[in-house]
C-alpha cells in the first residue's frame, strides 16, 4: 500500500461508512478497519499515507495503535477522533506524538481538511528523505553517530560492515551512551530498513503481561483475552526488534527469548501452532553480559546466541575532541525542534562545555544543548578533572579539549584559533599533531 491512503479505524460501524464517504467525495483513498491490528499491518515507512484512529476501542485502544504506528516510524502523522470527555487526553497524546486530533461529533469538512494536512506532512517527509538518501556525503550511520574521534571512526566502520549481513548483535555500553541510536543506525542502513524497527524495553514491561506483549495470545488465553493479538516479535515481521535492558529479563522469559531466537518460531499464548520470525534481533546492555553469566544472573547460552557480533559504545570521555562539535549539532537539532532561532555559541560556552567529564554521556550533553537551545544558562558545575590519573594526563586531557572547543568556535580557521587561546602557529601546529587534530575535522565542511 505505497499510494497516499487514509487508513480509518473505528469499531463503529456507521462512523467508518460515514467518514469513508467524507473522504472518497474528496478523491482521498481511504481503507476502514474495525480494530487495530488489521491496520497496524499495513504501516510501514515507506507507507506514503496517514492513520487516522477513534480513541476508545475495545481491545487495542487507539492510543496503545498511535504507539505502536510511531514505533514503525516516528513521522506517521497520526490523527484521533475523540469524544467530549477525552479531548485533555487528546492534548496530552499530541505532545506524545500524535497530530491532531477531532472531536466527535465533527463536521465532515473538519475531518477531510485535517486528512489532507497531514497527508501533506507525509508527502514532504518521504520527498526530503529520498532527497537525503540520494545527496553524497554522511549516510545513514554518520548521520546519527556523529564525531571525528578514531574511536567512532572505528564504530561506524564496524557498523556499517555488519550491517548488510543478518547477524545477530549485542550492544554493550554504559548509560547515555547512545545504543539506541546505534540500533537504530544498523536498522536504517541494512536491506530491513523498509520495515519495522521495535524497539522493546525490557525493564518497562509489566511482568505479568510481558509474554502476551512479546509473542502475542489467542482469544481465552487468559482473563481479559477477549480477541487474539499479535506480539511484539510477530510486528516486527521482516524488520528488527530491539531488546533494550535485555539485562532486567527474567530467567525463565530469557528461556523463552532463546527458543525464538535459536529457532525463529514463536508460539502464542493458548495456541499450540508455531509461527516463523522473519526478523533481526539486536539486544542491549548497560551491564558487562559475561559477568552475569559468570555470576549466573544471565543465561550464557542466550549470551552466545546474542552476541554473534558486539558492539561497545564509547563513553563520551573517550572522545572528548568531539564534545564541542557535538555540542554545536546537539544545539542546532534542540532549537529546530523547539522551533527557536539557532544561537551562537561563544567560545568560552564551548570551552566550559568541553572541560567537562560528562558522565551521563551524550544524554547529559544533550540535556545541556536542549537547555541553551531555549536561552537557559548551563548549570554545569565545578570542574572535576577526574581521579585516578596521572596530573600530566589530567592535563594533556584538558588541553585538548580546550584547543578542539577552539578550533570548534572558530570552524577550523587556525589563525583565529592560535592568537584565542595566545599560542603561536608553531605552538598550535606542534599541539594539534601531538593530540591528533586535523583542521578538517573542525571546518564547516569537515
Not at 473522504?23 to 504501516?43: I, K, N, P, Y
Not at 469524544?83 to 506524538?97: E, F, K, N, T, Y
Not at 575532541?321 to 561563544?346: C, N, Q
Not at 560556552?349 to 540535556?367: F, S
Request: hydrophobic share 45%; net charge negative; charged share 25%.
Amino acid at each position: 500500500m505505497n499510494e497516499e491512503t487514509i487508513l480509518f479505524v473505528d469499531d463503529e460501524d456507521h462512523l467508518r461508512l460515514a467518514a469513508a464517504q467524507s473522504l472518497e467525495l474528496e478523491d482521498l483513498s481511504v481503507t476502514c478497519f474495525g480494530e487495530g491490528g488489521a491496520a497496524l499491518a499495513h504501516v510501514a515507512r515507506d507507507f506514503a499515507g496517514v492513520l487516522v484512529t477513534d480513541i476508545r476501542m475495545p481491545g487495542m485502544d487507539g492510543l496503545t495503535l498511535m504507539a505502536r504506528a510511531l514505533e514503525i516510524d516516528p513521522e506517521i502523522p497520526v490523527i484521533l477522533v475523540t469524544g467530549h470527555g477525552d479531548v485533555d487526553l487528546a492534548v496530552q497524546s499530541m505532545r506524545d506524538g500524535a497530530y491532531d486530533f477531532v472531536e466527535k461529533p465533527y463536521a465532515p469538512a473538519r475531518l477531510v481538511t485535517t486528512v489532507q494536512r497531514a497527508l501533506e506532512k507525509r508527502r514532504l517527509t518521504l520527498e526530503n528523505r529520498q532527497l537525503r538518501s540520494q545527496v553524497g556525503g554522511r549516510d545513514a550511520i554518520e548521520a546519527r553517530l556523529t564525531g571525528r574521534s578514531e574511536i567512532m571512526g572505528r564504530l561506524r566502520a564496524q557498523i556499517r560492515a555488519i550491517a548488510a549481513t543478518e547477524a545477530d548483535v549485542l550492544i554493550e555500553g554504559a548509560t547515555g551512551t547512545g545504543k539506541e541510536v546505534a540500533a537504530r543506525a544498523l536498522h536504517r542502513a541494512s536491506p530491513r530498513s523498509g520495515r519495522p524497527f521495535v524497539h522493546i524495553n525490557c525493564a518497562a514491561l509489566p511482568a505479568d503481561l510481558i509474554e502476551s506483549e512479546l509473542f502475542g495470545h489467542e482469544a481465552g488465553a487468559f482473563a481479559g483475552a477477549t480477541r487474539p493479538r499479535y506480539g511484539r516479535f510477530e510486528h516486527a515481521r521482516g524488520g528488527t526488534v530491539f531488546l533494550d535492558e535485555i539485562e532486567t529479563m527474567s530467567q525463565p522469559l530469557q528461556a523463552k527469548l532463546l527458543h525464538a531466537i535459536q529457532n525463529r518460531v514463536i508460539t502464542r499464548l493458548g495456541s499450540n501452532d508455531p509461527v516463523d520470525l522473519d526478523v533481526r534481533f539486536i539486544a542491549a546492555s548497560k551491564q558487562d553480559l559475561k559477568a552475569a553469566a559468570a555470576a549466573g544472573d544471565f543465561r550464557a547460552d542466550l549470551l552466545y546466541r546474542l552476541n554473534v557480533v558486539t558492539i561497545r559504545m564509547p563513553d563520551l570521555s573517550e572522545r572528548a575532541e568531539d564534545v564541542p562539535r557535538l555540542f554545536v549539532h546537539l544545539t542546532s537539532e534542540a532549537a529546530a525542534r523547539y522551533k527557536r532561532p539557532a544561537r551562537d555559541i561563544p567560545g568560552a560556552v564551548l570551552n566550559a562545555v568541553a572541560a567537562r567529564p560528562w558522565p551521563g554521556n551524550v544524554r547529559e550533553l544533550r540535556n545541556a544543548a536542549d537547555r541553551f537551545a531555549l536561552g537557559l544558562d548551563l548549570d554545569i558545575g565545578p570542574l572535576d578533572m577526574g581521579r585516578g590519573e596521572a596530573l600530566s594526563d589530567r592535563i594533556a586531557a584538558h588541553e585538548k579539549s580546550l584547543i578542539a572547543a577552539s578550533l570548534t568556535a572558530h570552524g577550523g580557521s587556525l589563525k583565529e584559533t592560535y592568537e584565542a587561546l595566545g599560542l603561536s602557529r608553531k605552538a598550535l601546529y606542534e599541539k594539534m599533531q601531538k593530540y591528533g587534530l586535523t583542521r578538517d575535522a573542525f571546518s564547516g565542511d569537515g
